[in-house]
């Protein structure tokens, strides 16, 4: 199914998305797509094509052909030599725009098609989960992963400043790439599973899905953070809000593009769902291929505002009059304000700088007001003067200059071609993407770097570095500063500059323009000149600081208020953090031999919500900083528990990170080795209060005691590293303390089984598979009859080890357990109608001949239509015969015998007691009973089958059973095959193929075993609960 994307690469060719034909790969856990993008002769062809049949085709391919040759174009050459009209002509990217950068495609992506069928069932689009194919299923799954793309692109960015992944980060890149309402929806969402996921009980039963309300397995998109190098660590609220966002962001994409009315019997395909993208333009760039984002354009390169900013939005903005009494010269006036509102949202390029000044000032005044009117009040953050500039640079358009100021002579030769209209971003999106920026760094001024980072998203081909974490001169020029407070921002801010230039004769000057503390001075971002230095890993620096009377152990202020600027993650962080985030051995090395706190000032007297520099050094996997800070004496077993403002839970209850989970949960074996080696230190909250010492029992001896405590706390940090390590599919690290003895849960042992059969190693399934006695699958009833039992079957079924099949056979066989078979039952007749022998096959009194095996069976119509509908069909069907004697009706493919015993059956009312079937006939019977449609004739079959039932023949009779849908029978065969699992896989060859079979015919046999031992266990489960109760 691997196709070539073809999606629409220019707004002015037309190419709606439902011509495209990208389709997923076969697999539903990877993606693989052709990486050749050269232009063919063919595909631009094909682009033609679809131009004449878009409506535009004609317009384009006379542009083209107009200025292929400007000296003999006709067009050319009456055109004005002046530039009173704006220059329309086509560059090469709108016909061949395969030269733009293409976003990356994914072989491997954090879900799988079941997962969104799942989303689609259970959210809000289970209204049209009836009406979706598999076609536009995976279409769907294939789509999605542009905007996980992008996301990460735009994240990664982000944390290079502080190597390091938040949930900030995250809300960041949603508010930077989607539009208002569909970014407001994700970050909605986001906030809810991060709030439900602080909220729960961490037991390690349950999967970080399960607690949080997803259906995106979070394990997997932490390790698929990890694995693309988002960040060097990445948080695990981080994975929480990515995987929501892109599970709503997957409802969202259906719901604009089929639509909420209710659709009928309609299956949606492929098709219909591009052709819905194609018009909305908040989702079709989004899910292009290219690495640039379109924004506010549809697939026919249609510039239109959000859904959310119409022209009915506008008007209401516009209106100052509440009572809504308006005179029709107000409406008037209102009317022609909104228009002009809406051209300077929708403006794409400018003649001067004044112009934009003026629109951008009118837009950002209307943007605020809006986002006012839905949310708490915001401070409305400004345009400095080099934003302006920068974005002058590139909306600038020489037309509209030229016309706008006569005086001005135009060029004659131009270096250098403009950037076509169509590429050109509204200025809506400039503003948004700009101040989401802005609003990241928590500053109320759009400066220069914000401007080129939204240029660097929007424009093609267009590139910057990401912005690097350090003074910043934008939070001096706030208009909401006094001038006073301005002027002393500016000294502190050169002070700080002077510093970072790496110059130590500047240092004395430097520290005269800081304020009373001098080297403890605080930037607006809350860090100290120590701080910065060991940021950049500026070794001489450090030195310098310290001779001068650097505070050590000083901290980032707490205090939101007074330092507002300071970002989230860094507040309580000594200089020793910033010197392990970014790796700087020498520095760290330098500030612990001064005496540095190896903690970073984190204490065990509180709940701690700071991670300690051991943690940041473990999550990174820097084995030199780790053992060196473990030299110093830091204590890896130092909590660091979930923070949410919203959680009500007493915190210590729930789930923490300590150095063991963080090297576990980024896949350090090496580190988490380290960790492992080092002993307890008791700290002062470690010892046991009166209300523990009680609960123990009688009270014991104080070493005891302490003992029993430290081994509590050291096996709920052994738990939590494996219940990440398997969370997040590192098979090894899980592994490695199950063999230190470290029990499973059934959660930790369906994740490390799933990882290890879907990695293909078979050595490990096969030794989890013997571990599964020590398991409790009790426990966690729910996960382990909706996930364990079905990957259980699916190891099995393709499982070529003979060891591991059959140790898997006597686990079905186990816990399907040694009670007997439900009974099959008899069915009594409903009406019985017993009628004399003598009349059965008697020429004399019959009104119906069959001819069965050349030989003549006579019988009664009424008896037999009574009887069976097919039989009623039958009679009506048959004509008389040629002497005018009864009916002739042929039967083939029943012997006469057993349409004997058929008709024996039918003349006794429908009593199977008459009847006296051999064990060679039971077969042959059965099928009659099916053909004929004789339920109790069938059932009886059933019972006579389940009483003969052996080792030998289950096989045969299971298959005869399906065949003729004797489902009591089925369902029979299926327990008695659980129950002897192990000996039938041993000793009856015809059972290994059809449990091993590829083919459809062994998949129903795997699912109707796991339907029958599914049933068994919730009925085995629900009465072992009730007996307890």
């Known amino acids: 199914m691997a196709a070539e994307v073809a999606d629409l690469t220019s707004p002015l060719e037309s190419l709606s998305l439902a011509g495209t034909n990208d389709s997923p790969t076969d697999s539903p856990h990877s993606y693989s797509f052709s990486s050749s993008h050269s232009p063919s002769q063919s595909s631009r062809s094909s682009h033609r094509d679809s131009d004449k049949s878009s409506g535009l085709g004609l317009t384009l391919r006379t542009l083209s052909q107009d200025y292929a040759d400007p000296e003999n174009s006709e067009v050319f050459r009456d055109a004005p030599s002046g530039y009173e009209t704006m220059d329309t002509r086509i560059s090469d990217e709108a016909i061949y725009p395969e030269r733009f950068h293409r976003l990356a495609e994914l072989e491997h992506v954090p879900w799988t098609d079941r997962d969104v069928l799942i989303v689609l069932q259970q959210g809000r689009t289970k209204e049209l989960s009836g009406n979706i194919s598999l076609e536009l299923l995976q279409r769907l799954s294939y789509l999605l992963q542009r905007p996980l793309v992008r996301l990460a692109n735009e994240t990664q960015r982000l944390c290079q400043a502080l190597c390091k992944c938040t949930k900030h980060e995250i809300i960041a890149a949603i508010k930077i790439l989607l539009s208002k309402s569909l970014g407001d929806s994700c970050i909605n969402a986001c906030y809810k599973a991060g709030t439900l996921y602080a909220m729960s009980t961490n037991n390690f039963k349950q999967s970080k899905s399960a607690q949080c309300g997803l259906h995106f397995s979070i394990g997997r998109f932490h390790r698929w953070m990890i694995d693309s190098q988002i960040a060097l660590r990445v948080q695990e609220m981080a994975a929480v809000y990515l995987a929501a966002c892109l599970e709503n962001l997957l409802e969202e994409i259906l719901l604009l593009a089929v639509g909420r009315d209710q659709l009928g019997g309609l299956i949606l395909g492929a098709s219909a769902l591009d052709y819905g993208i194609s018009n909305v333009p908040e989702l079709w760039g989004l899910v292009q291929p290219w690495e640039h984002l379109i924004c506010g354009r549809n697939s026919t390169g249609m510039i239109s505002l959000p859904s959310t900013l119409s022209m009915a939005s506008l008007l209401s903005g516009s209106s100052g009059d509440s009572t809504g009494r308006r005179t029709r010269g107000q409406m008037r006036a209102d009317s022609v304000m909104a228009k002009t509102l809406e051209q300077s949202l929708l403006a794409t390029c400018v003649g001067t700088l004044t112009e934009l000044g003026d629109l951008v000032s009118q837009s950002m005044h209307y943007w605020y007001n809006k986002s006012s009117a839905h949310s708490k009040p915001q401070h409305m953050v400004t345009w400095g003067p080099s934003a302006l500039h920068t974005l002058y640079y590139y909306m600038r358009c020489s037309q509209l200059e030229h016309a706008d100021n006569p005086d001005l002579t135009p060029p004659s030769i131009h270096l250098c071609a403009e950037r076509p209209y169509y590429h050109q971003p509204p200025l809506l999106e400039w503003i948004r993407v700009a101040t989401a920026h802005a609003e990241y760094r928590l500053s109320y001024v759009v400066d220069a770097d914000d401007v080129r980072q939204a240029g660097r998203l929007l424009l093609p081909d267009v590139d910057c570095p990401p912005r690097q974490f350090g003074t910043d001169e934008s939070l001096c020029t706030s208009r909401h500063l006094d001038a006073q407070t301005c002027a002393t921002r500016f000294l502190e801010d050169t002070a700080f500059r002077m510093l970072a230039c790496g110059r130590s004769d500047l240092v004395p000057q430097a520290l005269a323009l800081l304020g009373g503390n001098k080297v403890n001075s605080y930037s607006q971002q809350g860090l100290t000149p120590l701080m910065y230095a060991c940021m950049r890993g500026d070794e001489a620096m450090v030195h310098i600081l310290l001779d001068a009377g650097a505070a050590l152990d000083v901290t980032v202020p707490n205090d939101v208020q007074r330092y507002p600027c300071v970002h989230p993650e860094v507040r309580q962080w000594t200089a020793l953090h910033f010197a392990v985030v970014h790796g700087h051995f020498a520095v760290v090395q330098l500030l ?6 190896v903690e970073g000032k984190v204490t065990t007297e509180e709940d701690n919500f700071v991670e300690t520099p051991l943690q940041l050094a473990a999550a990174a996997g820097h084995y030199e900083l780790v053992n060196l800070m473990l030299i110093h004496g830091a204590d890896p077993f130092l909590p660091t528990y979930q923070k949410s403002e919203l959680s009500f839970k007493d915190s210590t209850q729930g789930s923490y990170n300590d150095a063991f989970t963080m090297a576990a949960s980024h896949g350090h ?54 219940y990440n390590g398997a969370e997040n599919g590192y098979l090894d690290i899980a592994m490695e303390l199950r063999g230190m003895g470290v029990p499973w849960t059934i959660h930790t042992w369906t994740q490390s089984i799933y990882t290890a059969h879907a990695t293909r190693r078979k050595a490990i399934v096969q030794c989890l598979v013997n571990d ?34 059959e140790e898997l056979a006597r686990i079905f066989s186990n816990m399907y357990g040694k009670a007997p078979l439900p009974i099959i039952q008899e069915l009594r007749p409903a009406t019985p109608t017993q009628i004399d022998s003598r009349y059965i096959n008697n020429p004399e009194m019959s009104d119906i001949k069959f001819m069965i095996d050349n030989k003549p069976f006579y019988a009664h119509k009424i008896i037999l239509a009574n009887a069976s509908n097919r039989f009623k069909t039958m009679m009506m069907s048959s004509k008389k015969g040629a002497d005018g004697g009864p009916a002739i009706i042929e039967i083939n493919d029943i012997s006469y015998h057993i349409f004997e015993l058929v008709m024996q059956y039918l003349y006794n009312g429908g009593s199977v007691g008459c009847l006296k079937v051999n064990a060679k006939d039971v077969f042959e019977l059965l099928g009659a009973a099916n053909f004929f449609l004789l339920e109790g004739l069938q059932r009886h079959c059933e019972v006579l089958m389940s009483h003969r039932l052996s080792v030998d023949n289950c096989c045969a009779i299971y298959k005869h059973a399906k065949l003729f849908s004797a489902h009591e029978l089925v369902k029979y065969c299926e327990g008695y095959i659980l129950q002897n699992m192990a000996q039938l896989l041993k000793s009856n060859e015809s059972f290994r193929k059809l449990i091993h079979s590829q083919k459809t015919e062994g998949q129903e046999v795997h699912n109707g075993l796991l339907a029958t031992i599914t049933r068994r266990l919730e009925a085995k489960l629900s009465m072992s609960k009730s007996s307890k109760v």
């Open 592 to 597: 612990l031999d001064r005496g540095a706190d």
């Open 669 to 722: 074996m090496n580190v988490l080795s380290r960790l492992l080696t080092s002993p307890f230190k008791p700290q002062t909250s470690d010892i046991l209060s009166l209300e523990e010492i009680l609960a123990e029992g009688t009270m014991p001896n104080t070493n005891h005691c302490d003992n029993r405590h430290i081994d509590r706390i050291q096996s709920h940090s052994e738990q939590e590293s494996m």
């Open 772 to 805: 599964f006695s020590s398991i409790r699958y009790e426990e966690n009833k729910e996960e382990f009859l909706e996930e364990t039992l079905p990957l259980m079957f699916d190891i099995f079924r393709s499982s070529k080890n003979d060891v591991s099949s």
